[in-house]
């Protein structure tokens, strides 16, 4: 058994008591992250999605973005936007672009959750698709950003 194999062995016995109750789940997130494949959880609220991938991100020490989604998330709230004061005193660099949760998550390697994706607007899930896809993201005036190792979307969404 791999070091990789035998961690997340460890990890989905370890989760049994924190989650109760899902352990197929459990398995399959491991799994995914194991082999770097995105998860759509779809369960009825209160049903515990988000509270085992919190324990699935805390038990691997993985670091978690959080984003909740409804009509308001725009493109520019997931991907990030300029600073218009900084653009101001630098013009449009790097320096001057606050990362959203999905660059931030790319460049971290880290997780990116979606809550309720169902409910994320078709131009803001285009570019999640992109991201997950490609691996990487195209912002105007800043140039492609491509994921670190690790990064992985796990979304979750109600019947």
């Known amino acids: 058994m791999s070091d ?13 008591g924190a989650v109760v109750g899902r352990q197929r789940e459990s398995d399959v997130v491991l799994a995914a992250l194991a082999t770097r494949r995105h998860v759509l959880l779809e369960g009825p609220p209160g049903t515990g999605k988000s509270t085992l991938l919190r324990a699935v991100a805390a038990e691997l ?4 973005f959080l984003v909740e989604g409804n009509a308001e998330l725009t493109p ?14 630098t013009g449009y660099s790097a320096d001057a672009f606050v990362d959203g949760p999905l660059l931030a998550a790319m460049r971290a390697g880290s ?11 078709e131009e803001t899930l285009n570019v999640l698709i992109t991201a997950m896809s490609e691996r990487e993201a195209n912002v105007p005036r800043l140039g492609r950003i491509s994921a670190t190792t690790g990064f992985t979307v796990i979304a979750a969404m109600n019947p």
């Not at 020490?61 to 978690?64: C, D, F, W, Y």
């Not at 520019?76 to 005193?89: C, K, M, N, T």
């Not at 997780?111 to 607007?121: K, S, T």
């Open 4 to 16: 990789e194999t035998s961690r997340h062995a460890h990890v989905s016995t370890a989760l049994g």
């Open 61 to 64: 020490g993985r670091p978690i």
């Open 76 to 89: 520019a709230r997931l991907v990030g936007s300029f600073d218009p004061a900084q653009v101001l005193v």
């Open 111 to 121: 997780l990116l959750y979606v809550e309720e994706i169902n409910r994320v607007p």
